[in-house]
């Protein structure tokens, strides 16, 4: 019994569970140019793919989520068609598949998208059209997946409860929960509390990006005040760990580590992080990804899951992240099956489907790779 070797190819034939990853942040380039033409956009800030990529790559290089944000100004201008919507959807599926992701939920912010006459409905219609499309599409190639939305609400602005009233009514068709992004700096979560109260009077779930560019106080307003289901990034939760002297992020024990209340409350509570650590090297939320402290966190037994955020932007995929995982944490196939089982468990799908896909999916796909 010999484990495959843990190259490229191999982590991309792993079966993947991704539940943070923004639609207008995985556009192919090419797509970016075809469909700006389409719609006469002509504030790109390059003209052919190579050139396009490597701008949104060094411009969300920022250390700044601000300034990160800023580039999404240029695929959400190309997104404002049910066709543009719906083909964007349909390719996402298709290269999610294609890196050997079996579970994803999207999330997108229907609010910017209306700038052409769609209404908020028509929006999310696209693009759960595009997603049944893709699942078709990847099935028929033998790469099966099943792709769920996360609505989102935009954190600087003030309709969210209608936001959270739109996920709610499009429950059941492929919508499995709610969101808020943006600049997190200014705009706590507690902004949103009427939407967060409403969701958890529907039964319904929700993630908040938290403790990405802000720290604890936004874990702690999302989990205390908000209630919510799971942390988007969640990352600065490392600022309540005090570690035993003499460890550095990529040791194989934190034995003695303090955990203050919060980052207690995460753990203690199965509170799933949502990590994306190319992205958040790109945003400034950690310094590079030798410092990043997922492997503490993974370490300590905190829920952990591994997620691309924006694929675009950080010119990633979720073989990347595990590769580089891998390489800087020395990770072996139960390590990434551990972080894949953490992300169907944290699902916001229905128990009964997620169990089916732990079964009949990633164990047996693991197993094969595990040898
Ligand atoms: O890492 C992030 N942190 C906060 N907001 C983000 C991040 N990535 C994307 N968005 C924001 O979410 C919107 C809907 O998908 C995007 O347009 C972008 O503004
Ligand atoms: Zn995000």
Redesign the pocket.
Known sequence: MTPRPLDPANLALAPKALLHD????GLRPATVLELAHDCGYTELPADDQVALATWFRDAADSGS?ER??ET?AH??AVMQTASALERVARECVEDLAADGVVYAEV???PE?HLENGLTLDEVVESVLAGFAKGEVDAAGRGRPIVVRALV?A?RHAARSREIAELAVRFRGRGVVGFDI????AGNPPTRHLDAFEYMRASNARFTI?AG??FGLPSIHEALAYCGCDRL??GVRVIDDITLPPGVTPASHSFDGAVLGDIAATVRDKRIPLEL?PS?NVQ?GAVASLADHPFNILARLRFRVTVNT??RLMSDTCMSNEFKVLVDHFGYGWTDLERFTLNAMKSAFLHFDDRIRIIDEVIKPGYAVLIG
């Not at 923004?22 to 942040?25: A, F, Q, V, Y």
């Not at 992004?181 to 997190?184: I, L, N, Y």
């Open positions: 923004h639609l207008d942040g989520l990160y944000l999404f695929t959400v999330r997108f912010a910017q989102t935009m992004a943006g600049a997190e990006h990405e560019a988007g990034h994306c992205s945003t955020d924006n």
